[in-house]
C-alpha cells in the first residue's frame, strides 16, 4: 500500500466541496479520509537491528534494564493517570461552580455600571453564551497534564542519547512519544465533540502558539521543514521520500484551507439576510448551527493529517533520526510556550512609552 494514499485522498477535498448544495455537500468530503483516532495508539517505527558481537550480553543486560524501566514508567504513569481521574469530576466541579460565581459577579459589576451612568444594562441574554461546557473543561486539565508528560519524554529522548543508548532503547521511547502524540489527538477529538469553535480558536494554547494555528494545531508541512535540518546526514532515499511527503502533506493542507474558505463564505451568506425577513430568522439560525457540525470534521481531517506524517515520518527515518526529530519536535513546543510565558510576565517599564529627553 502507498504510504502516501490518504494525502492523495485529501487533495480532492477543495475541489468537491461545494457549499451550494447545502448540508450534505459540506460533510461529505470529510468522508473521504477515515478518521477514526481509535486503533492507532500502536506506533511502530523503525525497525531496530539486531546488535551482535562479543558485548550482545552486556547490550541484552542494559535492554533488559531500560524495558524494567519503561515498564515501571508506564504503570506509573497509569496509575498516575487514575488517581487524576478520580478528582478530575470534583475539581471540575468546583472550578465550573467559581466560573460561574465570576460570570454572576461580572452581571452584577455591569449593572452596577449602568444605573450609575443611568442606562441599566439588561443582561439576560448572556446566559446562552457564558455557559461552562464540561467537556472543556476536562479537555484542558487533560492538555496540562499532556504537556507536563510531554516535557518529561523530552528528557528521557535526551538522556538516551546522552547515555548512547542502544538501538532497541532509541525504538521503545520513539513508539511511546508516538503513542504520546496519539493520546493528544484524542483528546482533541473528544474536544471537538464538546465545542468545536472553542479547539478550532486555538484558546487552550498559548497566544504565541495561536500566532502559528491551523486549523487547530500546526501545520505539518512547516513541522517537517523545522526538523529536517536536525536529521542529517540524509541517505539520497530518505530525501527523496522526505520532499514526497512534504509535497502530499502541503497538498492535503491546502485542500482542507480551500474547503474551510468556502465552508465560512457559506456561513457569511447564511448570516448576511435581508433584515425585513426576520420570520426567517430562525430557519437560518438553524442551518448555520448544522453547518457548525462540518467543522468538526475539518479538524478531525487536520489532526489525522499530522498524525499520519508523524508516522510515515518515522517510518522513513532510521530508529536514531527519528528520536532526533521527535526530541527536536518537543523542543520547539516547549520553547514557544517558555517565550510566551517570558513575554507576558516582563516588567511593566518595557512596555510603557519611553521618556522623550530635549
Not at 37 to 49: G, L, V
Not at 77 to 85: G, N, P, V, Y
Request: hydrophobic fraction near 40%; charged fraction near 20%; charge should be negative.
Amino acid at each position: 500500500m502507498d504510504i502516501y494514499e490518504p494525502f492523495q485522498q485529501v487533495s480532492m477535498w477543495g475541489d468537491s466541496f461545494k457549499v451550494e448544495g447545502g448540508l450534505n455537500s459540506i460533510a461529505s468530503p470529510m468522508l473521504l479520509v477515515n478518521t477514526s483516532m481509535e486503533n492507532k495508539s500502536e506506533f511502530i517505527p523503525h525497525e531496530p537491528r539486531d546488535s551482535s558481537g562479543a558485548d550482545q550480553e552486556t547490550t541484552n543486560k542494559d535492554d533488559s534494564k531500560v524495558l524494567r524501566r519503561l515498564a515501571q514508567n508506564r504503570e506509573a504513569a497509569r496509575k498516575s493517570r487514575l488517581r487524576k481521574k478520580a478528582y478530575v469530576q470534583q475539581l471540575e466541579t468546583s472550578r465550573l461552580k467559581l466560573m460561574q460565581l465570576e460570570i454572576e459577579i461580572g452581571r452584577a459589576r455591569k449593572q452596577l455600571q449602568g444605573m450609575y451612568t443611568g442606562n441599566a444594562l439588561d443582561t439576560s441574554f448572556m446566559g446562552s453564551s457564558e455557559t461552562i461546557n464540561p467537556g472543556v473543561v476536562a479537555f484542558e486539565i487533560e492538555y496540562g497534564n499532556w504537556v507536563e508528560e510531554q516535557h518529561r519524554w523530552n528528557e528521557e529522548l535526551r538522556n538516551a542519547f546522552q547515555t548512547n543508548a542502544s538501538e532497541v532503547q532509541l525504538h521503545l521511547v520513539v513508539q511511546s512519544v508516538l503513542n504520546h502524540y496519539s493520546d493528544l489527538f484524542r483528546m482533541k477529538a473528544d474536544a471537538a465533540k464538546a465545542d468545536v469553535l472553542y479547539l478550532i480558536s486555538g484558546v487552550w494554547k498559548t497566544s504565541l502558539e495561536r500566532l502559528f494555528l491551523w486549523i487547530g494545531g500546526s501545520r505539518p508541512s512547516q513541522l517537517l521543514n523545522l526538523i529536517l535540518p536536525q536529521l542529517e546526514p540524509l541517505t539520497d532515499q530518505q530525501i527523496a521520500s522526505i520532499n514526497k511527503l512534504r509535497l502530499s502533506s502541503q497538498q492535503a493542507e491546502d485542500a482542507l484551507s480551500q474547503g474551510l474558505d468556502k465552508l465560512q463564505q457559506s456561513l457569511v451568506q447564511d448570516m448576511a439576510v435581508d433584515p425585513l425577513t426576520a420570520a426567517n430568522h430562525g430557519f437560518q439560525m438553524a442551518i448555520a448551527l448544522e453547518k457548525f457540525e462540518g467543522l468538526e470534521g475539518f479538524v478531525s481531517q487536520a489532526d489525522h493529517l499530522r498524525q499520519q506524517t508523524l508516522i510515515h515520518m518515522s517510518r522513513i527515518l532510521s530508529t536514531h533520526q527519528a528520536a532526533r526529530g521527535l526530541l527536536a519536535l518537543g523542543e520547539y513546543f516547549h520553547r514557544l510556550r517558555t517565550l510566551c510565558s517570558l513575554w507576558t510576565s516582563r516588567p511593566c517599564d518595557s512596555i510603557m512609552s519611553p521618556k522623550i529627553t530635549p
